[in-house]
């Protein structure tokens, strides 16, 4: 018996041994568990950056000069300011947002962007990283210097709670709302840095994107100040402030998300897939988006909460009409191979894979979607106020968008085939643009140009659809738009079939190399 027992245990302390043996060599290989190589990078030359630590000393510096000009100024007063903690939050909410939104973005903006020169083959180009690890790497190093900065000022915000003014509550939720934003804005900072441009365009979209961090600084202000008056604490209770805070993360977390994918599709390689995740990503936050836009207006019985989902899908779309009309014809090797084989499957990928022509009905699809049901949920509550006229700009401005489109197609693989891709959304753009511009122009030099030629009927310029007022007028560029978009579609037919016919998977099956039998030496 003490034999049985004797050889049970060791079987099972063998066994252990193997299953233990086991989980350590899985761990041992899981390299997931390593810290990000960018995260390191980047803060260890944040670190011996003299920017970053002078930016954060005299950060400290202001809030110690201002936390004591508040404190000695009350000294002289007889009577007890019982708001000195509030004061004395705003102030440093103001100086914390300042720097964060300021300092932070520009810092990591600038580190991409110097890494993106052609001129310097650096760690985007050398290293073997995926894309996305390193995009991930960037905007953790952001954060991470916004976190610096936020506990740089916690101590002083933590103590404006003890002179009364300000509760706990308030100051954790204002921090919260502070640091998403800031998030939100380096991985802006990101996507901007990534564009292929040159040196000097970059250095000037470096001064827009400080007047842009202005023009976000004071709406930022401005809600904090309404939290502070309103009073986070006594909200907590409502569900509607929840309701409304998760609506605000929720779309402050697609925001942020959205520039990620795009900055991952701007680095990575020529062959790789890059519209599969871009298009993937803005299909989910269209079908979330319209889920949470139907949920506010169930719940509060207002159908044109909708329109908030419709115009920004809108406006999404247009730029992805613009790049989707820049992608090449021609797929890579490295695409074709992940073509699935079968029927169904190839024709989602056909869509969502990289090419002009998935790229239009995905586009479309979207567009005539959100379109229809808009307009059901319009109609389902007759007590919501409903525009024609919005639905009529909504089809012409969409119709005459793919007509601009597939007519920068037709150009370009018409008569500048040898020009790189990205010259069709060029053409596209100049196509809008002149035909808004050429006809006052012509009527300048007639000396017939007036605000009520400007403001009239004209045929193929899609900005006169806005300032139209007349049913009638509005009607014939819907008919225009159509026929234009019609005759366009038919011409570009053969060239859809010819894409669609030209998407197939790989042949793998490919013959053995032939070796040459070599004579033996003489």
Known sequence: MFDVQCSMFNSFSIAMTATFSKLKTHFTNWREWELNPIVIKELRQAVRSWAVTGMLLLFLTVLFITSLTF???????????????????????????GASVF???????????????????????????????????????????ALLFFSACMPFMAFTNLLRGVDLPTVFFILFYLFLVVCA?????????????????????????????????????????????????????????????????????????????????????????????????????????????????????????????????????????????????QISLRVRRT???????????????????GGLVWVATILVATFFLTWQILLAFPKSMIDSSASNWFVTTTAYAFAYALTALFIHRKFLSKRPPKLAGVIAVLLAGAWAIVPSIVLFFLNQLSWKSVEGLQLGNVFNVFSLRDDDQRLYHLYFAFGWLLLMILINAKWFVRQVKNFQPLNRTQSPPVINEISPAA
């Open 71 to 97: 404190l000695v100024t009350q000294s002289f007063q007889v009577e007890a300011n019982l708001q000195l903690g509030g004061a004395m939050f705003s102030a440093f909410m103001v100086i914390l947002a």
């Open 103 to 145: 300092f932070i973005p520009l810092y990591v903006g600038v580190r991409v962007a110097a890494e993106r020169q052609e001129n310097n083959p650096d760690l985007l180009y050398v290293s073997t990283l995926s894309p996305a690890c390193i995009i991930r790497g960037k905007f953790l190093c952001g954060a991470y210097m």
């Open 185 to 329: 804005a380096n991985m802006i900072a990101i996507f901007f840095a990534c564009l292929p441009m040159s040196r000097p365009f970059k250095i000037l979209l470096v001064i827009y994107g400080l007047f842009q961090s202005f023009a976000l600084l004071v709406p930022l202000v401005r809600v904090s100040f309404q939290l502070m008056s309103s009073g986070v604490g006594a909200m907590m209770s409502g569900r509607n402030f929840w309701v409304g805070t998760l609506t605000f993360v929720g779309i402050g977390m697609a925001i942020t998300g959205l520039f990620f994918v795009l900055s991952v599709a701007l680095i990575s390689p020529p062959s790789a897939n890059r519209a599969l995740p871009v298009r993937i990503y803005l299909t989910a936050i269209w079908l979330l988006g319209g889920l949470l836009s139907f949920s506010w207006v169930v719940q509060t019985g207002m159908a044109p909460w909708m329109l908030a989902w419709t115009y920004p899908t809108f406006a999404l779309m247009m730029f992805a009409l613009l790049v989707t009309v820049s992608n090449s014809d």
């Open 339 to 357: 073509i699935p084989k079968s029927g169904l499957k190839r024709a989602l990928a056909f869509v969502l894979f990289n090419g002009a022509a």
